[in-house]
């Protein structure tokens, strides 16, 4: 077929049960490159690597390479006829051609030493020494040019045709001749005792009960001065030899993805790959695909240019043996082809049905099926999904409120609360067909968006416990980043909002990551006491205060709708419904100054920011609506000017826009920024930087004009970064930060990885 196989050894070749011999592990193939292109087509190469072509790169298995495969030069068929030579050798001797104590012993061996001769048996056909010599030469010109030749030897010798011209055998070997005749009479009897003795023996090594294989269990730690990134940042290949993982390379350095050979101590950053999360291999173990900067990307194990394939999904994704990917955003479940192109929906988002998202899809074997965690509106559980790509109707299996990973022998994980389980699943019949096995305690979070498990069909599972830094902190810091003191109890916390005079805080806030429920909260901040002010178990966040410090307008997920509720602040009286819509997907973001307006994140119109007129009953209106993600809209405030971060340039900066009419636009942060934040006076602005730094921007206003100075680092604090989000609040006076930072030392556990996890299942 014109292929170089590369490494061809003992442990790359197999007979079946039926006899047959199977050649296995392509993986350093190549095609032939003289050999006539209208009969080998590189496109039909089980593998084609780009490694494997390069001069000078030294691939294979060293005890089995040619003298040129060693010395790094361009190979050819021959290379393969040498490794014939090495395990025939291997065969008739039971030894290797070329040992040595080292790697580099070997080598040395290859290129310049000649296998021991005289440990072939001494009664082995001339025509078969004579075979394994010219496999074994060094010189590519003298080694047997083609394979059939060594076929048409082996045959004649089994046939007995070699010994039929005694004319061309010499005198000194007639008796020798003579002997191997009579042999020919005995070998028939003896080979069908051998192989009736061969079969009882491989029978009984087939059908006998295997020896469970030990499990092993060992840690990965960031490589040095990285930070590890918790929940929903790793994933197992495929083949169970490699794990990628997202890391900080460095404190304040984007996050990237890492992959580590599991056979080795080291891991490598993959260039191209800032921003990544949510990674998940290609089938064959050779690409991985990722979100990073609102688009789903691909990049080669090996390195090399990252591939955009399409925009803006949010949920993960999982890749096909067919080439589809399917991903989960906000608005629905899509496919698209691994190549790129333009994505299609699969299933939408259904408020009727009280479906709200989608997230972490997963292929089964067939390529055809897939699982899909159901986000579900005020639920403590969300649901299981499974559906195929020829059907459009999705069945709910059971209410899972984790994301899930099948592997063979049949065993889907999850997460319950948070203990990792794994449970037997029918992958035809799409049921559980057994109870489900507590596998690890104490993981992660549990739910929607994050996960902290990643298991193989080779019998790999990764997984990261869940310590203190599971949990938040709200701290204060001063300007030059020293912390004033903590506030509340460590939890699960976002959204900090001080309230106009400075005294309370309101806060989302759950008490563990498994709890499904997001409940509002207010903060006294001079006496550090806190109170809830939602109790509902709907999905409640994004708080905003009204001008006049007494209410509270957050959002909250119910029926299916969001809407946006207000409430007072001291928690008296009911909550009541401002607005109301099956299309407004996103979060309250804030309201102006004059109590006029809300401004609202719609998540339905290609992720824009929309505009609620508040008290006169009139039509929400876009404000701003364009193809890039834009969020994080707060009102300045003299209310003329709304600040907001937007992916225009192909990552998240601060901008700032004239309200109600566009008449000015201005381009705040240099370098990458996120959420920004006024000062109350109007004439500082903030906002977070890409290297965790709070950076600071001087803001000068009169009629008709805006001046912004060069952005200015002020401290540079580890925030606690879920999803692309970072979360603060600003004291009025600007002299004071509230953060939300990683209880703890902010360090997460390290990866556990276990070898054969089918081991676990018996405990």
Same mark, same amino acid.
């Given at each position: 077929?014109?292929?170089?196989?590369?490494?061809?050894?003992?442990?790359?070749?197999?007979?079946?049960?039926?006899?047959?011999?199977?050649?296995?592990?392509?993986?350093?193939?190549?095609?032939?490159?003289?050999?006539?292109?209208?009969?080998?087509?590189?496109?039909?190469?089980?593998?084609?690597?780009?490694?494997?072509?390069?001069?000078?790169?030294?691939?294979?298995?060293?005890?089995?390479?040619?003298?040129?495969?060693?010395?790094?030069?361009?190979?050819?068929?021959?290379?393969?006829?040498?490794?014939?030579?090495?395990?025939?050798?291997?065969?008739?001797?039971?030894?290797?051609?070329?040992? $040595?104590?080292?790697?580099?012993?070997?080598?040395?061996?290859?290129?310049?030493?000649?296998?021991?001769?005289?440990?072939?048996?001494?009664?082995?056909?001339?025509?078969?020494?004579?075979?394994?010599?010219?496999?074994?030469?060094?010189?590519?010109?003298q080694r047997l040019q083609a394979i059939g030749d060594a076929r048409i030897a082996i045959e004649d010798v089994l046939s007995g045709t070699e010994l039929d011209n005694a004319a061309a055998i010499p005198g000194d070997r007639i008796a020798e001749a003579k002997r191997t005749s009579s042999l020919r009479r005995v070998l028939p009897?003896?080979?069908?005792?051998?192989?009736?003795?061969?079969?009882?023996?491989?029978?009984?090594?087939?059908?006998?009960?295997?020896?469970?294989?030990?499990?092993?269990?060992f840690s990965v730690s960031p490589p040095e001065n990285a930070r590890l990134i918790r929940g929903g940042m790793m994933s197992v290949s495929p083949d169970g030899r490699m794990l990628a993982f997202v890391a900080e390379p460095a404190p304040g350095k984007s996050r990237v993805l890492w992959v580590r050979p599991l056979d080795t101590?080291?891991?490598?950053?993959?260039?191209?790959?800032?921003?990544?999360?949510?990674?998940?291999?290609?089938?064959?173990?050779?690409?991985?695909?990722?979100?990073?900067?609102?688009?789903?990307?691909?990049?080669?194990?090996?390195?090399?240019?990252?591939?955009?394939?399409?925009?803006?999904?949010?949920?993960?994704?999982?890749?096909?043996?067919?080439?589809?990917?399917?991903?989960?955003?906000?608005?629905?479940?899509?496919?698209?082809?691994?190549?790129?192109?333009?994505?299609?929906?699969?299933?939408?988002?259904?408020?009727?049905?009280?479906?709200?998202?989608?997230?972490?899809?997963?292929?089964?074997?067939?390529?055809?099926?897939?699982?899909?965690?159901?986000?579900?509106?005020?639920?403590?559980?969300?649901?299981?999904?499974?559906?195929?790509?020829?059907?459009?109707?999705?069945?709910?299996?059971?209410?899972?409120?984790s994301e899930v990973d099948y592997a063979e022998p049949g065993y889907l994980f999850f997460m319950d609360q948070s203990t990792l389980k794994a449970q037997p699943f029918d992958v035809k019949a799409l049921r559980f067909s057994g109870p489900a096995v507590p596998i690890a305690q104490n993981i992660g979070q549990a739910g929607p968006?994050? $996960?902290?498990?990643?298991?193989?069909?080779?019998?790999?599972?990764?997984?990261?416990?869940?310590?203190?830094?599971?949990?938040?902190?709200?701290?204060?810091?001063?300007?030059?980043?020293?912390?004033?003191?903590?506030?509340? !109890?460590?939890?699960?916390?976002?959204?900090?909002?001080?309230?106009?005079?400075?005294?309370?805080?309101?806060?989302?806030?759950?008490?563990?990551?498994?709890?499904?429920?997001?409940?509002?909260?207010?903060?006294?901040?001079?006496?550090?006491?806190?109170?809830?002010?939602?109790?509902?178990?709907?999905?409640?966040?994004?708080?905003?205060?009204?001008?006049?410090?007494?209410?509270?307008?957050?959002?909250?997920?119910?029926?299916?709708?969001?809407?946006?509720?207000?409430?007072?602040?001291?928690?008296?009286?009911?909550?009541?419904?401002?607005?109301?819509?099956?299309?407004?997907?996103?979060?309250?973001?804030?309201?102006?100054?004059?109590?006029?307006?809300?401004?609202?994140?719609?998540?339905?119109?290609?992720?824009?920011?929309?505009?609620?007129?508040?008290?006169?009953?009139?039509?929400?209106?876009?404000?701003?609506?364009?193809?890039?993600?834009?969020?994080?809209?707060?009102?300045?405030?003299?209310?003329?000017?709304?600040?907001?971060?937007?992916?225009?340039?192909?990552?998240?900066?601060?901008?700032?826009?004239?309200?109600?009419?566009?008449?000015?636009?201005?381009?705040?942060?240099?370098?990458?920024?996120?959420?920004?934040?006024?000062?109350?006076?109007?004439?500082?602005?903030?906002?977070?930087?890409?290297?965790?730094?709070?950076?600071?921007?001087?803001?000068?206003?009169?009629?008709?004009?805006?001046?912004?100075?060069?952005?200015?680092?002020?401290?540079? !604090?580890?925030?606690?970064?879920?999803?692309?989000?970072?979360?603060?609040?600003?004291?009025?006076?600007?002299?004071?930060?509230?953060?939300?930072?990683?209880?703890?030392?902010?360090?997460?556990?390290?990866?556990?990885?276990?070898?054969?996890?089918?081991?676990?299942?018996?405990?």
């Amino acid at each position: 077929h014109g292929i170089v196989h590369r490494d061809l050894k003992p442990a790359n070749v197999k007979i079946t049960p039926a006899g047959t011999v199977k050649v296995l592990d392509f993986g350093l193939a190549k095609v032939l490159c003289n050999e006539d292109s209208a009969a080998v087509d590189p496109m039909n190469s089980p593998t084609l690597s780009a490694m494997a072509t390069q001069a000078g790169m030294i691939l294979g298995t060293v005890a089995y390479m040619a003298p040129e495969q060693a010395k790094g030069k361009q190979v050819d068929r021959r290379a393969d006829i040498w490794a014939f030579g090495c395990v025939l050798y291997e065969m008739l001797s039971g030894q290797k051609a070329f040992v $040595g104590d080292t790697i580099s012993d070997v080598l040395a061996a290859v290129i310049k030493s000649e296998p021991d001769w005289s440990a072939l048996p001494a009664n082995i056909p001339r025509t078969i020494e004579r075979l394994v010599r010219r496999c074994l030469q060094k010189d590519v010109r003298q080694r047997l040019q083609a394979i059939g030749d060594a076929r048409i030897a082996i045959e004649d010798v089994l046939s007995g045709t070699e010994l039929d011209n005694a004319a061309a055998i010499p005198g000194d070997r007639i008796a020798e001749a003579k002997r191997t005749s009579s042999l020919r009479r005995v070998l028939p009897w003896a080979l069908g005792v051998t192989t009736i003795l061969f079969a009882a023996i491989a029978g009984y090594f087939v059908l006998r009960p295997k020896p469970p294989q030990p499990m092993v269990r060992f840690s990965v730690s960031p490589p040095e001065n990285a930070r590890l990134i918790r929940g929903g940042m790793m994933s197992v290949s495929p083949d169970g030899r490699m794990l990628a993982f997202v890391a900080e390379p460095a404190p304040g350095k984007s996050r990237v993805l890492w992959v580590r050979p599991l056979d080795t101590v080291t891991a490598a950053p993959i260039e191209g790959t800032e921003g990544a999360y949510l990674p998940f291999w290609s089938p064959d173990s050779q690409w991985i695909g990722f979100i990073a900067n609102g688009k789903l990307e691909k990049v080669a194990v090996t390195g090399g240019s990252v591939e955009a394939l399409c925009d803006a999904p949010e949920g993960g994704g999982t890749w096909s043996r067919d080439g589809v990917i399917l991903f989960a955003n906000r608005d629905g479940l899509y496919r698209v082809p691994d190549t790129g192109g333009t994505s299609a929906l699969l299933f939408a988002v259904d408020p009727a049905h009280q479906v709200v998202g989608y997230s972490h899809p997963q292929f089964l074997p067939d390529g055809r099926h897939f699982l899909v965690q159901v986000i579900t509106p005020g639920t403590e559980t969300n649901i299981l999904g499974a559906g195929s790509l020829d059907s459009k109707t999705l069945e709910h299996l059971a209410r899972i409120n984790s994301e899930v990973d099948y592997a063979e022998p049949g065993y889907l994980f999850f997460m319950d609360q948070s203990t990792l389980k794994a449970q037997p699943f029918d992958v035809k019949a799409l049921r559980f067909s057994g109870p489900a096995v507590p596998i690890a305690q104490n993981i992660g979070q549990a739910g929607p968006g994050y $996960g902290y498990f990643s298991v193989s069909s080779a019998g790999v599972l990764a997984y990261q416990l869940g310590g203190n830094e599971s949990l938040d902190a709200m701290s204060w810091f001063d300007r030059n980043g020293q912390r004033l003191g903590t506030l509340g !109890q460590p939890g699960v916390y976002t959204d900090p909002r001080i309230s106009p005079d400075g005294t309370r805080l309101a806060v989302v806030f759950r008490e563990t990551f498994a709890r499904a429920t997001y409940d509002v909260w207010i903060y006294d901040l001079k006496r550090g006491t806190g109170s809830r002010l939602t109790f509902t178990t709907a999905f409640n966040d994004n708080p905003a205060w009204s001008p006049d410090g007494r209410s509270i307008f957050f959002s909250s997920k119910r029926n299916g709708k969001t809407g946006i509720y207000q409430k007072r602040a001291d928690g008296l009286g009911n909550e009541e419904l401002v607005y109301e819509s099956d299309q407004l997907g996103g979060g309250l973001d804030g309201l102006s100054p004059d109590g006029r307006y809300a401004m609202y994140m719609d998540l339905t119109q290609a992720q824009s920011e929309w505009v609620l007129p508040l008290g006169g009953g009139g039509k929400p209106f876009a404000w701003l609506r364009d193809s890039f993600k834009q969020d994080r809209a707060t009102f300045s405030p003299n209310g003329r000017y709304v600040a907001y971060a937007s992916s225009e340039t192909g990552r998240p900066e601060v901008y700032v826009q004239t309200f109600p009419e566009h008449l000015g636009k201005w381009q705040i942060s240099t370098s990458g920024g996120d959420q920004p934040a006024w000062r109350s006076d109007g004439k500082e602005l903030f906002y977070a930087g890409p290297d965790n730094k709070i950076m600071s921007v001087d803001v000068r206003t009169g009629p008709g004009s805006f001046e912004a100075s060069l952005p200015k680092p002020l401290f540079e !604090q580890l925030l606690r970064n879920i999803g692309n989000r970072n979360d603060y609040a600003v004291s009025p006076d600007g002299q004071r930060f509230l953060m939300i930072v990683p209880a703890g030392n902010g360090a997460p556990e390290p990866i556990t990885v276990v070898m054969n996890w089918s081991a676990m299942l018996n405990k």
